[in-house]
């Protein structure tokens, strides 16, 4: 299969999905997750047209970011602060922001830069030891911060659920993310509260994602295969 008949598939379920759930299929953004993968790749859906990808590791975007033109990047792995400066430059959003201290940074160059980041804060829905993102309860605090910053700006909530095969298992931490947005939505903490991102579901669980809310799914192997090992 090409990236561009891989592309196919995935928007063609997209929308079956979403209309399957009484959901406008426009409202649900697709960042291809091309980490790992060469520029070719990323041109080859591009011809496909797809202008939309996201990459984990800050210095690999940065190479991409250079050489092709035309497209968003949105940042999906984890960010360090000192790394905040080129974070801030490349990304159109940065989906990973877990503390205050990054969201501090960011906004510091942002001010310098003279303008402004659409963000999401990425969320430990299952409180898994083994993933990064901050403590549900705390998802109120962070964002009372982060309203402080003129730069930033918080769209939404950002998950990568624990591993499981059983994808209702799966739902249920979607379902708790779309609930927890709607809470914090209803104290007003987003820069729109009518209209919060919810970035949650990959290549194996995307669709229940959609079910439950997503806006915006990040997919990566089911667009352009396995990824190389990292060498
Ligand atoms: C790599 C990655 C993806 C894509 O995963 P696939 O299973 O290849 O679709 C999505 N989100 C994040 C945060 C990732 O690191």
């Known amino acids: 299969m090409t ?11 997209i929308t079956e999905t979403a209309v399957g759930c009484g959901r406008d299929p426009s409202t649900i953004k697709l960042v291809a997750v091309s980490k790992r993968h060469s520029i070719a790749s990323i041109q080859e859906a591009m011809d496909a047209k797809q202008y939309l990808f996201g990459e ?23 960010v360090q602060s000192n790394k905040a400066k080129t974070a801030a430059e490349l990304f159109s959003m940065i ?5 205050y201290k990054l969201a501090k940074a960011l906004n510091k160059h942002l001010e310098k830069l003279g303008r402004s980041l659409d963000i999401l804060v990425q969320v430990n ?4 030891p083994d993933k990064s993102g901050i ?28 591993y499981t095969t059983n994808s209702e298992e799966t739902r249920t931490y ?17 820069a ?7 970035s949650m579901g990959m290549s194996h669980d995307f669709k229940v994602a959609i079910e439950e809310g997503a ?6 192997t089911a667009i352009f295969g396995q990824r190389p090992d990292r060498n």
């Open 3 to 13: 990236i561009a008949q891989n592309l196919q598939t995935i928007r063609k379920a």
């Open 56 to 78: 984990n590791y800050i210095q690999e975007a940065q190479e991409k970011w250079q050489s092709v033109k035309g497209v968003y990047f949105h940042c999906i792995g984890h």
């Open 95 to 99: 989906e990973t922001v877990d503390r």
């Open 125 to 128: 829905i299952g409180r898994d």
């Open 135 to 162: 403590d549900p309860l705390k998802t109120g605090e962070i964002l009372r911060q982060i309203r402080e910053l003129p730069h930033i700006l918080p769209q939404g909530l950002m998950t990568i659920p624990p």
């Open 174 to 190: 979607f379902r708790d993310l779309h609930q927890l947005s709607c809470d914090l939505a209803q104290q007003g903490l987003f």
């Open 192 to 198: 729109d509260n009518e209209n919060v991102e919810l």
């Open 215 to 220: 806006t915006i799914i990040r997919v990566g």
